[in-house]
C-alpha cells in the first residue's frame, strides 16, 4: 500500500480545483476504483495551505449531523424536484469500512446496522466508520482522502460507531470533533492528525465516573457551539441496585480539550431540583443520561439537553418524588452550563419514555406572533412546543390524571404533561379500541391476547408478572419504550412551518419481577419486557405499523399522515381482503430538501426472536424495517419516486451540492449485505 505525502496533498487539493480526472491523473491511476491508498494521519504531516483550498459559500454544505445544529434535517436544494427524481441514479458506493483498515485486519468485524451519517464541509465529507474512526472522503466520488488512525495500530482497531462527527472552524483552523470508546478527539480537517496540545497527547480521556460503577461510552454526536463542544453518555438499561453513577453532561474547551463545565442531571446537595426527590434519593439514585443527540442556538448560546430516566427505568419505590431532571428537557448557557429552563415531559418515570431524538430548533409564526420554537418528540407521540429562549410552552400543556400504580412502594405521579397542540402523532393507549379487528375473528383472538395482561390508556403503569399463567403477566404498554418517535427524530421545513415526524405503532410488555436480595436491593426489577404479537402472526393493535405525519407548526395542526410501507398486508389471514399500505415499524429517519420529503423504511436485520414467546408467531416486529426507499411529495405525503435497495436504510440520509450538483446519500446494511453509503445524483 503506497501512501506518499506529497502525492496525497495534491489529491485534497486538486480533486477540489479540478475535478476527480485532474486528481486521477496527479495520482498515476487509471480510474476512481483504483486510486492510491488513502492517507493516514501519519502520511498527512502538513495541511495544504489555506490559499490552495476551494472552501465555496459553504451554502450547499450539510454541516452538522442534522444539516445543521438545530437538527431540522432540512437543506434548501431544489435541483432535485418531482419532475425529475425518478431519473435518480446511483453514482457511487463506499463501505462502512475503507480497505486500508481490512488490511490491517482482514477479520475485523463491523456491526451490520451502519447507523453513522456524513458532514460535508467545504468540499470534503467526513464520518465515522463502523469502528468509529473517522474517514473523509470526496463528496463526489466516494473516494477515500484520509483515514485517522487507530492509537495503538491494528490493536487499536476494534470498536463500535457513532452516529457521526462535528466541524469547528476560526480565522486559522478547522478541526474534526469526534467520540470514540472512551475518549474525545480532536482531528485536523485537512489531514486527520490529532492535535497533540488537544487533552493528553491529543485526546481527552471521557472515563469521570469511578471505573466500579460503569465504563463511559455513547453513540451520540459531540455537540459544537461557540467554542465549546458538549458530550452525552449511555448507560444500560439493567439496574442491579439502586445505587448508581449520574450521566452528567460534560463540556470541553474546543481548542484545549480542558473540561468546561459539568451540569449534574441529577440535581446534587444545594442545587435546584433537590427537593423533587423525596429521602435525598438523589444522594444515590444515577443514571439519567443524555443518550441520545443534543441540539443548540448559537446565537442565543443555548445547549439543548433531552436528559432521560434515572435509575430504575420501570420501579421508582426507592425514588418517591418527580425526580428532576430525569425524562426532562433542559436548556443551559453553552459555556458556563448553567441551567436556564427546563421541562419535565414525565414526572418520576416508569415507562422508559426517555426524550429520545434531538430536539428540533424552528421559527413558528402562531396567531401573529414570530417565536422562535423548540420542539421535543416523545415516545409517546407527544411534540412539546416551547418558546427556545425563555422555555414558555407556545400552546398550553395540560396536567392530567393518569392510572396509579398498584406495585407494593411505588408512588406514581397523579397527573402528567398533555400537550394540547399539536395533537398526538401516533397512537396511544393499550385499550380494546386499538385493537386489531380487521375480521371478527382476529379481534377476538386479539382480545384473548388481551386478557393476560394490565391494560388501560397512556401511561398505566408497569405491574407485575405472576407465575400463575391464568394471572396477568405485565402491562402492555402503547406507545412501547421504542415509541412513538425515537431516535430517527423529525425534519422541519422553515419555509412551510410543516414539520415531518416518521414514528411507529409498536406495543411493549412492562412485566417486573420480585428483586432477589442475594442479587439487587431493588424491591423490584424489571422482567423480560417483551415486544408483543398479535394473532396469527399480526400486529396485535391496529395499522399503521409505521407512519409519517405533517404538522403545520404554524397553527399545531396536522396536514397529512401516510403509513410509510407495505406492512403485513399478505398475511395469509388478511390477504383477501385488499388492504392498503399497513405500514412498517423500521424506525428510518427523514431527509427534507426544498422539493422534497426522502425517507427509508429502516433497518432490516431486526427479527422476531427472545423477546417475543415463541408460541407467538410474528411477521412483523419492533425496528423490522424493509429495503425501500422514497421521495414524498411534501404537501400531500404522496409517493412520487421509490427503489428497492440490498437492504434497509439504517442512517439519517444527507443531502448536498458539491460541483454543483445535487447528491442525496443513505446507508444500507444488514446480516447478509455489508453496510455501506449509496450516493444518488441526476445523470
Not at 149 to 160: F, I, Q, S
Not at 397 to 415: K, M, W
Request: charged share 20%.
Amino acid at each position: 500500500m503506497v501512501k506518499p505525502i506529497t502525492k496525497t496533498k495534491q489529491f485534497i487539493t486538486a480533486a477540489r480545483v479540478l475535478g476527480l480526472g485532474a486528481a486521477v491523473f496527479l495520482l498515476g491511476c487509471d480510474s476512481p476504483q483504483e486510486s492510491a491508498a488513502p492517507a493516514t494521519a501519519a502520511d498527512a504531516v502538513v495541511a495544504p495551505e489555506p490559499d490552495q483550498i476551494v472552501t465555496g459559500s459553504g451554502e450547499g454544505d450539510w454541516a452538522a449531523y442534522g444539516a445543521n445544529i438545530g437538527s431540522t434535517k432540512y437543506i434548501g436544494l431544489d435541483q432535485i424536484d418531482a419532475s425529475n427524481v425518478n431519473d435518480l441514479e446511483i453514482v457511487w458506493r463506499r463501505p462502512a469500512l475503507d480497505q486500508y483498515f481490512r488490511e490491517l485486519n482482514p477479520n475485523q468485524r463491523i456491526a451490520a446496522n451502519y447507523g453513522s451519517a456524513a458532514i460535508v464541509r467545504n468540499g470534503i465529507a467526513y464520518i465515522p466508520n463502523g469502528v468509529g474512526l473517522v474517514e473523509a472522503f470526496d463528496p463526489g466520488t466516494g473516494e477515500t482522502l484520509w483515514v485517522q488512525e487507530p492509537v495503538g495500530g491494528v490493536d487499536g482497531l476494534p470498536g463500535a460507531g457513532t452516529r457521526g462527527v462535528a466541524y469547528w472552524s476560526d480565522a486559522e483552523d478547522q478541526r474534526i470533533l469526534v467520540q470514540r470508546g472512551t475518549y474525545l478527539y480532536a482531528l485536523n480537517a485537512q489531514t486527520g492528525e490529532m492535535y497533540p496540545d488537544f487533552g493528553e497527547d491529543g485526546r481527552v480521556d471521557l472515563q469521570l465516573m469511578p471505573t466500579e460503577f460503569a465504563r463511559f461510552r455513547w453513540g451520540g454526536v459531540p455537540m459544537v457551539v461557540r467554542d465549546v463542544v458538549v458530550i452525552g453518555q449511555s448507560m444500560s438499561d439493567t439496574f442491579d441496585n439502586k445505587e448508581a453513577f449520574r450521566g452528567d453532561v460534560h463540556a470541553f474547551d474546543v481548542r484545549t480539550g480542558e473540561l468546561r463545565w459539568t451540569y449534574n442531571t441529577i440535581p446534587q446537595e444545594g442545587q435546584f431540583g433537590t427537593d423533587t426527590w423525596q429521602d435525598r434519593s438523589w444522594s444515590y439514585t444515577g443514571h439519567a443520561p443524555v443518550w441520545s443527540l443534543f441540539s443548540a442556538d448559537e446565537e442565543l448560546g443555548l445547549v439543548y439537553m433531552p436528559i432521560t430516566s434515572s435509575t430504575n427505568d420501570m420501579y421508582g419505590g426507592h425514588r418517591i418524588g418527580d425526580n428532576l431532571f430525569s425524562q426532562s428537557l433542559v436548556a443551559v448557557n453553552a459555556e458556563t452550563g448553567e441551567r436556564v429552563w427546563h421541562f419535565q415531559t414525565v414526572h418520576h418515570g416508569l415507562w422508559d419514555y426517555d426524550p429520545p431524538a434531538a430536539p428540533i430548533l424552528m421559527d413558528i409564526t402562531v396567531e401573529g406572533r414570530e417565536i422562535k420554537a423548540v420542539t421535543q418528540i416523545t415516545k409517546q407521540a407527544f411534540a412539546f412546543v416551547f418558546d427556545r429562549e425563555t422555555g414558555e410552552p407556545v400552546w398550553e400543556i395540560e396536567e392530567r390524571a393518569v392510572p396509579q400504580s398498584s406495585v407494593p412502594g411505588e408512588i406514581t405521579s397523579a397527573t402528567q404533561p398533555f400537550p394540547t397542540k399539536p395533537a398526538p402523532f401516533d397512537r396511544q393507549g393499550a385499550t380494546v379500541e386499538n385493537l386489531i379487528d380487521f375480521t371478527p375473528e382476529l379481534r377476538a383472538e386479539a382480545l384473548e391476547i388481551f386478557s393476560h395482561f394490565v391494560t388501560g390508556p397512556l401511561f398505566t403503569p408497569p405491574s407485575i408478572r405472576s407465575d400463575d399463567p391464568n394471572a396477568t403477566q405485565g402491562t402492555i404498554q402503547l406507545p412501547g419504550s421504542q415509541g412513538g418517535a425515537d431516535v430517527q427524530g423529525a425534519a422541519f421545513d422553515p419555509e412551510t412551518g410543516y414539520l415531518y415526524i416518521p414514528s411507529i405503532t409498536s406495543p411493549f410488555v412492562a412485566d417486573l419481577l420480585p428483586g432477589e436480595a442475594d442479587v439487587t436491593n431493588l424491591n423490584y426489577t424489571k422482567g423480560s419486557r417483551r415486544w408483543i404479537a398479535g394473532p396469527r402472526g399480526l400486529p396485535l393493535f391496529k395499522p399503521p405499523y409505521g407512519r409519517i405525519t405533517a404538522i403545520n407548526m404554524n397553527t399545531g395542526e396536522h396536514v397529512w399522515m401516510v403509513p410509510n410501507g407495505d406492512g403485513p398486508r399478505d398475511n395469509p389471514a388478511i390477504a383477501d381482503l385488499n388492504l392498503g399500505k399497513l405500514g412498517v415499524p423500521g424506525r428510518p429517519s427523514p431527509l427534507l430538501t426544498k422539493t422534497l420529503l426522502f425517507i427509508g423504511e429502516g433497518h432490516t436485520n431486526q427479527r422476531p426472536g427472545g423477546r417475543i414467546p415463541f408460541d407467538m408467531p410474528v411477521e412483523i416486529a419492533t425496528n423490522s424495517g424493509g429495503p425501500m426507499f422514497r421521495a414524498y411529495d411534501k404537501e400531500s405525503g404522496d409517493i412520487l419516486w421509490e427503489i428497492e435497495l440490498e437492504a434497509g436504510t439504517t442512517n439519517a440520509p444527507i443531502s448536498y451540492l458539491h460541483d454543483g450538483r445535487q447528491y442525496i446519500v443513505v446507508a444500507i446494511g444488514d446480516r447478509i449485505h455489508s453496510p455501506e453509503l449509496i450516493a444518488f445524483r441526476l445523470p
